[in-house]
């Protein structure tokens, strides 16, 4: 999708500034990242060691508000308002639309209850005002499902992944590899138990039609001679 492409570009610019940036100035560039409306994907910027070092500095609360922006959801920043800083009516916006990427992640009908608890907002109007500008910012694809009041996610784009849960995905990776595996080879089985069964079906009704002429043949035979006794 474009969003992907102009995301990462958009990035890109941000972690070559990182490479100077240091202290304050480092600060001032994750608020413009947060902020900027056409970049929702942070990891890149988040490992650059400049940004790493702010974790062990007067400056953590900034790192921790990237993280939450990386991984997190609108609830996991509520949980920690008072060691974060305060967001800009941007990047409230933009937290809002990440955590419906995520809800989109776990299931496919969202109930309006739901976004609106996970939002932190108040009215169903609300929700779906969120719900279009996620949609528009391409980061979901789905349907309002006004009847039955919830949202049907149909796509969501990937969020940012943490080192801890590459393993964890490594290991479903190879399940679903060795599964596929063993589906294949249950498929090859009953393929080549049908091939061989379609021999058998047609070796018995060559050897009837085999019979079938051969007495014929003898029943011509034996009227051919007691039509010449």
Known sequence: MAF???????LEQFTLLAKNARGRACVALIQQVLSNKKLFVFRELLDMPNVEALKDSEHMEHYELLRIFSFGTYNDYLARKDELPDLTPQQMNKLRKLTVVSLAHRFKNIPYDTLIQD??????????DILIDTIYSGLVQGKLDQKSRCFVAKYAVGRDTRHEDI????????????????????????????EKQEVEEWTREENIRSMMAA???????????????
């Open 4 to 10: 992907d492409a102009a995301g990462a570009a958009g």
């Open 119 to 128: 939002l932190g907002v108040s009215t169903v109007r609300e929700v779906e």
């Open 167 to 194: 393993d964890d995905m490594i290991q479903k990776l190879s399940n679903w590899k060795a599964q596929s595996a063993e589906i294949c080879e249950k498929i090859n089985t009953i393929l080549t138990l049908a």
């Open 215 to 229: 007495r014929a043949g003898e029943r011509g035979k034996g009227f051919a001679s007691g039509a010449a006794s």
